[in-house]
């Protein structure tokens, strides 16, 4: 689970803070507003605090940490990646009030350090060996280290563990593969303006499988000194549910009793063990914002949050060395042998920050440039006190570019209770003994009853009697535990609340293609270092670097308006338009219409959702688990598992321009995510099919999920034919197979799973032509059409062996105007599509039908209901949203597969 933190939105200068300069100042003052809009970042600020106008922005970012300082040892995982989606949006009700909404989906995967030791540790880190070579590191956390008299670590020979007798202060990071793991993140805002004051309200929520939380704000300006000064104030509350799935792999290995009363089970036997806990945090900010010339602004604020429940990040340990006291006070021994055991962390419950954020604009006119000094310094009680230094210089360059360099400096204290590992003068846990210094033991078959022994070969019961050997052989010791009490109160090693210093550099890069329309691209290279610290300087283990990457597409609704004015509808004649009308094609239809102007271009969004659960289908009928165990995988491979259910999330960003009357040329990047689980197969003697020696075993309530960047459509439109009431046009499209075919599963019970099941890859891995032939017609209040188009693949296989099977699909609807602008329609579907040409040529579970080629593809019929809407007037006019629910109606599966549930699409777009 990622650390959670909801910043305050961006502070800007308001739009009316210029309306009493005199009218020659006024560029300059839009230039600094500007300037400070283009700084990157997916927050959005609230509509009382951002600049005039309705906009809509899409934005991808791609973070991408670098490898572990792991002392050599080579690591097979690969560091934390992280792909964001963000969509946001700011619209005027009225001339005063406005509607905010935004959007981010991110999914995290990769390797990400459980806990820190010595790394003179005789397990931590140890290389994994494959055929005598070094492959890897394993994330074993308990081991021992030898200890000199000052508990210094006595280094061990990495391959042979043998002592090096010399003194190896070094700490190492024990690294878990982190399982790919999507977090939605949703909020809305509502702001409304006075003369010389505005207020705005927002909320939302925060969605992962282990992570819940709501949060809502309310906040306001009031303005003075003829609006050259604006006082700002903002208070907020956030509500999280933690539900920590704890890891199957590090569980056996990691001391949790201090929470015991938290965990619990879920899922049974083959199920979970879950640490859940609750967190609130309340934050109050208030700021100043003050022009100081025509030239330059200056802004100032404070914060205070409060933060009180379970603090702790549940995927993080500390590994404590036990030191046996006799073994201390043993003078005729040379070294100490520790033991290394981990605990999860414990945190503080509360935590108190105060921030001071200052940031200075300057427009700079012999450069046409605004020049971005910041600084923010944040002290709490937890001894987490930080510096940020930040510069950027927004440059204009002609011909509609700009360009915006930054660099950042931060430094950060250590939290008062880190430390990379901890020392405890007392054995980890020691044999039960009573009053008479006998050790205790209890029958196996009967815990209320102790034995005692004094060697361990006579034992005797409550009473003195000897009891004879077979009762004895029953006898199980006990032991007592290590005293919670001698340890300290609060600990922990995530290096995140190490000190350190950070130094990053970046720049944004805008292009204006068209009158509100921009493309930006972003890019800033980040270097954390323990030397770079204000102050002083700890241990480079934890160094690491990272970037970030960003592309997005920014629209100015009324800037675009001004072009021309919106989208008429035929029983509207009040409203002329150079954008002719035709009835949109359900929402569930891919390249289904045409933009009829040469200039003329078009941006839309496009979700789609799949979802399958229920009883395995073969061919037609539901199948029992006896029949999947014998026929589904292989005649060598028997099915163990299969799937409970599987949903498919796709965004789509439809971009299109008409360089001429008959052609339109279309760009559709995509983003997916993707959720499935398993259960055990049973066979008719209500036992599981035995795990083959070596192979992956499925557990747990967490599942599977993968999420990024999809494929990528490339398509030319071509009009055929157009006369009244009848169109038609092919589309030659093409799919670039952007999307990953390599995801593996983590690793799990010390096994590699290898690459996760085809059903779940991202993309098809091959270069695919995708032609679609469209008739739409219309008459009055009906209306009509038919697509045919497939798919077919244009590569042998893809980079990990196999080949998507190729799809046919034919299509036909009618609708009905249920007013001027909503419109009701039926769809029939017929979809072909064939099995999955050969194989993984990698390593893969190979554990259910899911996992074998020939159970993908069949035939289907299905019913689609949909509503198209095109508002006719108002601020929104022109903005066309779709809906349609397809219902599969039969079935005709290839092989085993989970049955269909249904597929929901919704679209917008808004054509100027």
Not at 641 to 653: A, D, G, L, S, V
Request: charged letters at 15%.
């Amino acid at each position: 689970m990622q650390q959670h933190t909801h910043k305050a939105p961006l502070q800007l200068v308001n739009k009316d803070c210029s309306q009493t300069i005199p009218v020659k100042s006024k560029n300059v003052l839009h230039a600094l507003t500007s300037a400070a809009l283009v700084l990157p970042g997916l927050l959005i600020p609230s509509p009382a605090q951002t600049a005039p106008g309705d906009r809509i922005n899409f934005q991808y970012g791609r973070y991408e940490e670098g490898a572990r300082n792991l002392y050599g040892v080579p690591s097979k995982y690969n560091p934390i990646s992280a792909d964001v989606l963000h969509g946001s949006g700011i619209f005027s009700l009225t001339d005063r009030t406005k509607f905010s909404f935004g959007y981010t989906q991110d999914t995290w995967s990769g390797a990400t350090p459980i806990t820190t030791t010595p790394l003179a540790t005789d397990g931590g880190n140890r290389p994994l060996t494959l055929n005598q070579v070094v492959v890897g590191a394993s994330p074993l956390i308990n081991s021992n280290v030898l200890l000199d008299r000052n508990l210094d670590p006595i280094g061990r020979d990495p391959l042979t563990k043998q002592s090096t007798g010399i003194v190896d202060p070094r700490s190492v990071h024990v690294m878990s593969s982190a399982s790919p793991e999507t977090r939605r993140q949703a909020s809305f805002g509502l702001s409304h303006e006075w003369n010389e004051a505005a207020i705005h309200v927002s909320g939302g929520f925060s969605r992962e499988k282990d992570y819940k939380s709501s949060f809502g704000n309310i906040g306001g300006r009031l303005d003075f000194n003829q609006k050259l000064t604006a006082v700002k104030f903002n208070g907020g509350y956030t509500s999280s549910d933690i539900g920590a799935i704890l890891d199957h792999d590090s569980l056996p290995y990691i001391t949790k009793t201090a929470y015991q009363d938290q965990i619990i089970r879920k899922g049974g036997a083959a199920g979970s063990d879950v640490l859940q806990g609750n967190r609130h945090d309340w934050v109050a900010n208030l700021g100043v914002t003050q022009i100081l010339s025509k030239n330059s602004l200056l802004d100032t604020s404070i914060g205070y949050t409060h933060s009180n429940g379970f603090m702790e990040n549940p995927y993080k340990a500390m590994s404590v060395i036990f030191i046996d006291p006799g073994d201390f006070n043993n003078q005729q021994t040379g070294f100490i042998n520790g033991q290394v055991r981990a605990l999860i962390e414990q945190r503080p419950d509360i935590r108190n920050q105060v921030a001071l954020n200052t940031k200075y604009i300057h427009h700079i006119s012999p450069f046409n440039a605004a020049l971005h000094l910041g600084y923010r310094l944040s002290i709490d009680d937890w001894g987490v006190n930080t510096h940020t230094f930040d510069a950027s210089w927004v440059q204009p360059l002609g011909n509609n570019w700009t360009l915006t360099p930054r660099i950042r400096y931060y430094s950060q204290d250590t939290a008062n209770f880190y430390s990379d590992y901890l020392f405890s003068r007392q054995a980890f846990s020691k044999p039960l003994v009573d009053a008479q210094g006998r050790q205790v033991f209890i029958d196996r078959n009967n815990p209320n009853v102790q034995y005692f022994s004094s060697d361990g070969f006579s034992f005797f019961d409550q009473n003195g009697n000897l009891v004879d050997d077979t009762i004895a052989q029953a006898a199980r010791p006990q032991f007592v535990t290590y005293d919670a009490g001698l340890l300290p109160k609060n600990f922990s090693s995530d290096h995140r609340l190490a000190g350190f210093g950070a130094l990053s550099g970046g720049f944004t890069l805008t292009k204006r293609l068209w009158k509100g329309v921009d493309l930006e691209t972003g890019f800033e290279y980040y270097t954390r270092a323990s030397s770079m610290q204000i102050g002083s300087g700890g241990s480079s283990f934890a160094d690491f670097d990272y970037y970030v990457a960003n592309a997005a597409i920014k629209l100015d609704m009324e800037r675009i308006d001004t072009l021309g004015s919106p989208l008429a509808l035929p029983h509207d004649k009040s409203h002329a338009s150079k954008h002719a009308f035709h009835k949109t094609p359900p929402a569930g239809i891919m390249f289904g219409h045409m933009l009829d102007n040469k200039g003329d271009f078009m941006v839309g969004y496009r979700f789609m959702l799949n979802k399958t659960n229920g009883q395995m289908q073969q061919g037609t009928h539901a199948v029992i688990d006896q029949t999947i165990i014998d026929q589904g995988c292989s005649d060598t491979i028997p099915c163990r598992f299969t799937p409970t259910h599987m949903n498919m999330h796709m965004h789509m960003i439809d971009i299109m321009y008409a360089p001429t009357k008959w052609l339109n040329v279309m760009l559709m990047p995509t983003f997916m995510d993707m959720n499935m689980n398993l259960r055990n197969l049973f066979k008719l003697d209500g036992t599981v099919p035995a795990t083959p020696p070596g192979s992956h075993s499925h557990s747990g309530i967490g599942g599977h999920e993968t999420g990024a960047i999809g494929d990528t459509y490339l398509s030319a439109l071509v009009k055929l034919f157009q006369i009244p009431g009848h169109r038609a046009h092919i589309n030659i499209g093409f799919s670039a197979p952007t999307g990953r075919v390599d995801i593996e599963q983590r690793r799990a019970h010390r096994i590699d799973p290898g690459l996760i099941h085809f059903g779940m890859q991202l993309g098809s891995g091959t270069w695919d032509f995708m032609p679609s032939l469209t008739y739409t017609g219309e008459k009055k209040r009906l209306s009509w059409g038919a697509q045919i188009g497939g798919t077919k693949r244009m590569e042998e296989k893809n980079k990990s062996g196999y080949r998507l099977g190729d799809l046919f699909q034919a299509s036909a609807w009618g609708g009905i105007d249920l007013a001027p602008w909503l419109t009701a329609s039926a769809r029939g579907i017929y979809t072909w599509q064939g099995a999955i040409q050969r194989d993984f040529d990698a390593p893969s579970s190979r554990i259910g039908p899911m996992d074998f080629p020939q159970n993908y593809g069949g035939q289907f019929w299905d019913i689609g209901f949909g509503l198209n809407a095109t508002i006719p007037r108002g601020r929104f006019a022109g903005n066309r949203f779709g809906f349609e629910w397809i219902q599969p109606v039969s079935n005709d599966f290839n092989g085993f597969q989970l049955d269909r549930k249904g597929s929901l699409a919704a679209t917008w777009s808004y054509q100027f």
